[in-house]
């Protein structure tokens, strides 16, 4: 008799069988992003792009397969790795990545992220565009910076006729090539940029680099860089726009990865910086030792040149940040719906609503925002959208970039202690969730920027309180915030210091204002209620009694309806 049979316990078959596994809920994975988003459906046929329906339907079921899901994880848990010289010590600044990156590399490209509102402009072409990049970086935010960064120079390049036509054609094209090689070996290429130094980030006016002219100087000409860029994103892109300065001042720049001899162009990467987000994405050190470089837009005016495609990013970190509340938010719904406590369902327990209805509703206002701007963009001949996006892409990408982290780590506490575990796709949400608020102008620097367009083109203002108008009627508090804010924007020798204040607000009441015209009356009232009060909202899940928890949750959820 074996020592086990003497003590009664269980015959092995039962020992083995320790446990049985319960009460756990599924991967969220084989879903159509896109079906089961209501609010981003009516948004993309609202702002003017409902011809892109059908083909955004087969795009949120392809990158929703489990398999496909499953390249956003690889593309992080694997990072980039660089290497310097080849064996033999020929210098090749070669950036090595996981073929999973490469995979949503290739399909943000096929797609058009990178470019469709350009090859195929008109209506809603912006607004397609936005949709489609809402899905993808859902799935992965990483692989975001490169296409966003090519999307964005198109504007800027531009500006220098003769570069564009000879480089758009590339830069457009729907073929992903990332070979170390000549771009004029590629059928497609993509586009970096590096502004950065050392002792400046936001002021670039601080930049050492200097650009010397190679024969004649002036727009167009090639130039030789010579300086030190300390954040270079996206190293393995066949292009950068970069800024140096020239005799006549900070001036803007072409520079290629090769130079057309098909010699290495002398962009050293130093090494690659270890991030807490945007792993996928590596980003560099590097020195400029005498670069070939073809300088883009006038001499002395490189930030005017440049700010075209910061615009363009800065818009891109909206649909960024808006995403990732998207998914963290499907990702707490899916869990709460399946996982009960104390004898009901998360979803059930009347605090849990609270919270879940709270993250929903920050999430669609972000999208509903960033989808409004998506069609300012694509109306840009008109006054009234022109000056809209002047002033609300700032505003946008302060205020949803900001709010991100706060609603990623709630969205993780709502999955509980499987939420903080790296096997989850909470930790990459959260993050990735601080970094949009700081690249492409920081915080404070895009409360700065606000206030300045306002003081340059006080029209912006205008366009705004016009287009809060829209929904004047919509909800009580609504329109006493609006009229609250018409006093306190008025130029005062403290205004610098509300700042964030005053952007906060606009924010919000641009968001509340979207909400009450287009969203259910119901989301809208929430909105409104737990947003505009004198403090802001605080914390998620402090919703005010009388809120339509179940609609707010049901709407949001992450299934076909
Ligand atoms: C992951 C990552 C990738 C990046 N990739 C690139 C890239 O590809 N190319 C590139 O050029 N750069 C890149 N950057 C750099 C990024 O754009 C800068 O870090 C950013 O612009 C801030 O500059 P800084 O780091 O020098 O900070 P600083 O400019 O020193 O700012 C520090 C803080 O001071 C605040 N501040 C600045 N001025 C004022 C003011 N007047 N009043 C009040 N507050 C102020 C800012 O808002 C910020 O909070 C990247 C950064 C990150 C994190």
Request: net charge positive; charged share 60%; aromatic share 20%.
């Given at each position: 008799m074996t020592a086990r049979d003497q003590g009664g316990v269980a015959p092995d078959r039962f020992l083995a069988a320790t446990h049985e596994v319960f009460n756990q809920s599924t991967e969220l994975a084989d879903y159509n992003l896109y079906a089961a988003d209501r609010a981003l459906q009516e948004a993309v046929a609202r702002e003017g792009a409902a011809s892109a329906q059908a083909g955004l339907l087969e795009f949120g079921r392809r990158i929703g397969a489990a398999g496909y899901l499953e390249l956003g994880r690889l593309a992080n848990q694997y990072p980039p790795e660089f290497e310097p010289n080849d064996r033999f010590g020929h210098r090749t600044d070669l950036v090595r990545f996981h073929p999973a990156y490469h995979a949503l590399m290739r399909t943000a490209i096929c797609e058009g992220l990178h470019a469709s509102p350009w090859t195929d402009p008109g209506p809603g072409a912006h607004v397609a565009r936005a949709a489609r990049y809402y899905l993808h970086a859902q799935i992965e935010a990483g692989h975001g910076c490169p296409i966003t960064m090519t999307f964005a120079a198109v504007p800027s390049l531009r500006l220098q006729p003769e570069l564009a036509a000879h480089w758009e054609p590339k830069i457009t094209s729907r073929a992903y090539d990332p070979d170390n090689r000549p771009a004029h070996e590629k059928a497609g290429v993509t586009v970096g940029m590096a502004m950065t130094e050392k002792q400046g980030g936001s002021d670039v006016r601080a930049n050492t680099t200097r650009a010397y002219p190679v024969a004649a100087p002036g727009p167009g000409q090639p130039y030789e860089l010579v300086g030190h860029k300390f954040f270079v994103s996206a190293p393995m892109c066949d292009l950068f726009l970069v800024l140096a300065q020239a005799a006549g001042g900070l001036t803007c720049f072409l520079l290629p990865?090769?130079?057309?001899?098909g010699s290495k162009n002398p962009m050293q990467l130093q090494r690659l910086k270890r991030k807490m987000g945007n792993v996928s994405n590596a980003s560099a050190e590097t020195e400029l030792r005498g670069a070939l470089a073809w300088m883009v837009g006038e001499e002395g005016r490189g930030v005017r040149t440049i700010i075209e495609m910061v615009a363009m990013t800065r818009f891109d970190c909206m649909i960024g940040s808006s995403a990732g509340m998207r998914m963290a938010t499907s990702q707490a719904l899916h869990h709460c719906s399946q996982r009960s406590a104390f004898g009901r369902l998360l979803v059930d327990q009347p605090l849990m609503k609270n919270v879940l209805a709270d993250l929903a509703l920050e999430s669609e206002a972000a999208l509903a925002l960033t989808m409004r701007i998506a069609r300012a963009l694509d109306d840009r001949a008109q006054e009234h959208e022109e000056l809209l996006t002047r002033l609300c892409t700032g505003v946008g990408k302060y205020w949803i970039c900001k709010r991100a982290p706060q609603h990623a780590v709630e969205a993780m506490e709502c999955i509980g202690g499987s939420g903080v575990m790296e096997d989850s796709p909470m930790p990459r949400l959260f993050r990735e969730s601080p970094v949009n608020a700081i690249w492409e102008g920081s915080g404070n620097v895009q409360c700065l920027d606000a206030l300045r367009a306002i003081r340059k083109t006080p029209a912006v203002v205008q366009a705004y309180f016009d287009e809060v108008a829209r929904a004047r009627g919509g909800h009580a508090w609504l329109d006493r915030h609006v009229e609250q804010l018409k006093k306190e924007l008025r130029a005062s020798p403290d205004i610098e210091y509300r700042a964030r204040d005053l952007v906060d607000r606009m924010a919000t009441i641009l968001q509340a204002a979207l909400l009450a015209q287009h969203a259910p009356h119901w989301m809208a009232d929430a909105f409104c209620r737990s947003r505009l009060d004198g403090l802001g909202h605080h914390q998620f899940g402090a919703l005010p009694a009388g809120v339509e928890f179940d609609r707010i949750i049901e709407r949001a959820m992450p299934r076909e309806s």
């Open positions: 990865r090769w130079r057309p001899d």
